[in-house]
């Protein structure tokens, strides 16, 4: 490794090929120095080995030096340092990581039926495209004590969550399927009830009431709905909900008692399926 003023003055023959040698020493171990060449003019690159080990490649621009990249010795490797360097990956047919791959705000695409494999090039996750897709799934994780969750986003007001077996198998869960108890109110005298997002209910009562035609139904679904009586107030239901017998039961409407009721919906009526009444409210 060496540097040279690159000039070659008049001289004896053995002292200018002693020169020439040292211009070409120069010039074969890329101007390397722990410093820039004297003779550095613009554009003019030259290695820094300040770093035995990691030395800097530079560019001098006639003013300053431009780093341009770092070569590892140990690893073998080329370290570019300009962030905006682009390398083309097409002819690379097996890629590898260096460290965690950073999108930087940006998506990764992935053709129609193509999407991530395993360890053995086994297909783990495939994603299929929707030329106008407008809604998604957004996966959140979570810290200590909470759960990660799997939501459906998108730009429609309500986007419900589908999940599909193949042929004839069947979806299965780890444990059974949770859904979690919401509250009903009343207003005007009447409840609005929404069968899709609260399927498993419950009403605490605040004054006389009338349980109006759920919304969002659908065939073959299962409604629960538990009233508590915070009071003696009366209960009534819409014509949609059919009882047993076609007859409303005699509702409990004493304060501090429980009626528990659930119905299924036939594609026209919520049909009675099951009812418990009077029980102690705990």
Same mark, same amino acid.
């Given at each position: 490794m060496a540097q040279h003023d690159y000039d070659i003055a008049n001289q004896s023959f053995p002292s200018f090929r002693s020169d020439l040698n040292s211009v070409l020493e120069a010039i074969n171990t890329s101007n390397s120095g722990t410093s820039r060449p004297t003779s550095a003019v613009a554009g003019t690159v030259w290695l820094d080995t300040t770093s035995a080990t990691t030395p800097t490649l530079k560019f001098y621009d006639g003013t300053d030096d431009i780093s341009l990249a770092t070569l590892d010795y140990t690893a073998n490797t080329v370290n570019w340092l300009d962030s905006s360097v682009v390398a083309d990956l097409v002819n690379d047919t097996t890629p590898q990581l260096g460290g965690t791959l950073d999108t930087n705000g940006n998506n990764i695409q992935f053709d129609d039926s193509r999407g991530i494999a395993d360890v053995n090039?086994?297909?783990?996750?495939? #994603?299929?495209?929707?030329?106008?897709?407008?809604?998604? #799934?957004?996966?959140?994780?979570?810290?200590?004590?909470?759960?990660?969750?799997?939501?459906?986003?998108?730009?429609?007001?309500?986007?419900?969550?589908?999940?599909?077996?193949?042929?004839?198998?069947?979806?299965? #869960?780890?444990?059974?399927?949770?859904?979690?108890?919401?509250?009903?109110?009343?207003?005007?005298? &009447?409840?609005?009830?929404? &069968?899709?997002?609260?399927?498993?209910?419950?009403?605490?009562?605040?004054?006389?009431?009338? /349980?109006?035609?759920?919304?969002?139904?659908?065939?073959?679904?299962?409604?629960?709905?538990?009233?508590?009586?915070?009071?003696?107030?009366?209960?009534?239901?819409?014509?949609? /909900?059919?009882?047993?017998?076609?007859?409303?039961?005699? /509702?409990?409407?004493?304060d501090g008692k429980t009626d528990i009721l659930v119905f299924r919906y036939n594609g026209s009526v919520w049909q009675e399926v099951g009812r418990t009444l009077n029980l102690s409210e705990s």
């Amino acid at each position: 490794m060496a540097q040279h003023d690159y000039d070659i003055a008049n001289q004896s023959f053995p002292s200018f090929r002693s020169d020439l040698n040292s211009v070409l020493e120069a010039i074969n171990t890329s101007n390397s120095g722990t410093s820039r060449p004297t003779s550095a003019v613009a554009g003019t690159v030259w290695l820094d080995t300040t770093s035995a080990t990691t030395p800097t490649l530079k560019f001098y621009d006639g003013t300053d030096d431009i780093s341009l990249a770092t070569l590892d010795y140990t690893a073998n490797t080329v370290n570019w340092l300009d962030s905006s360097v682009v390398a083309d990956l097409v002819n690379d047919t097996t890629p590898q990581l260096g460290g965690t791959l950073d999108t930087n705000g940006n998506n990764i695409q992935f053709d129609d039926s193509r999407g991530i494999a395993d360890v053995n090039n086994n297909s783990a996750l495939e #994603f299929q495209s929707t030329a106008s897709a407008v809604n998604e #799934f957004t996966i959140t994780n979570a810290a200590t004590g909470n759960n990660p969750v799997l939501s459906a986003t998108g730009s429609d007001t309500n986007v419900g969550l589908e999940f599909t077996a193949k042929g004839t198998g069947t979806i299965k #869960f780890n444990d059974l399927a949770y859904i979690p108890q919401q509250a009903l109110t009343s207003s005007s005298n &009447a409840v609005a009830w929404d &069968a899709q997002a609260k399927p498993n209910a419950y009403h605490l009562t605040t004054e006389n009431t009338t /349980f109006s035609a759920p919304t969002n139904n659908t065939e073959g679904s299962f409604i629960c709905l538990e009233i508590n009586y915070n009071g003696a107030h009366t209960i009534a239901f819409n014509t949609v /909900f059919e009882f047993a017998a076609s007859t409303a039961p005699t /509702f409990t409407s004493t304060d501090g008692k429980t009626d528990i009721l659930v119905f299924r919906y036939n594609g026209s009526v919520w049909q009675e399926v099951g009812r418990t009444l009077n029980l102690s409210e705990s």
